[in-house]
Nanobody, 131 residues
């Protein structure tokens, strides 16, 4: 059974950094997409970043471009989200998700930011940024 586990959340001051880790177990092959989403208190969950299997395709939420970096290690079935210059508005529970269903490259690019295109989700890790 596939399990997705996030770690690395915590409390930091504005301008600080955190590195989130997403470890996937129960699968012997790398997922086509690995993504990060977040849900702030009282808000809908939103897309943050995603990366394709080969890392040739990467997508970010506009507000995190230049501050967050997504990466992955297929040998370890792990994805990372390096978050720098954190702001109070980045406060949220961060979820990792991945997709193992086969997908074409064209479909992948269009699907990376969509929740329903991801198959497995973690329980989330909380990030709190204070001003």
């Amino acid at each position: 059974q596939v399990q997705v586990v996030e770690s690395g959340g915590g409390s930091v001051q504005s301008g600080g950094s955190l590195r989130l880790t997403c470890a996937v177990s129960g699968r012997t092959f790398a997922a086509y997409i690995m993504g990060w989403f977040r849900q702030a208190p009282g808000k809908e969950r939103e897309f943050v970043a995603a990366i394709s299997w080969s890392a040739n395709h990467v997508k970010y939420l506009d507000s995190v471009k230049g501050r967050f970096t997504i990466s992955r290690d297929n040998d370890k079935n792990t994805a990372y989200l390096q978050m720098n210059s954190l702001r109070p508005e980045d406060t949220a529970v961060y979820f990792c998700a991945d997709r193992e269903r086969v997908i074409t490259t064209v479909q992948l690019v269009a699907s990376m930011s969509l929740e329903h295109e991801h198959d497995y989700w973690g329980q989330g890790t909380k990030v709190t940024v204070s001003s």
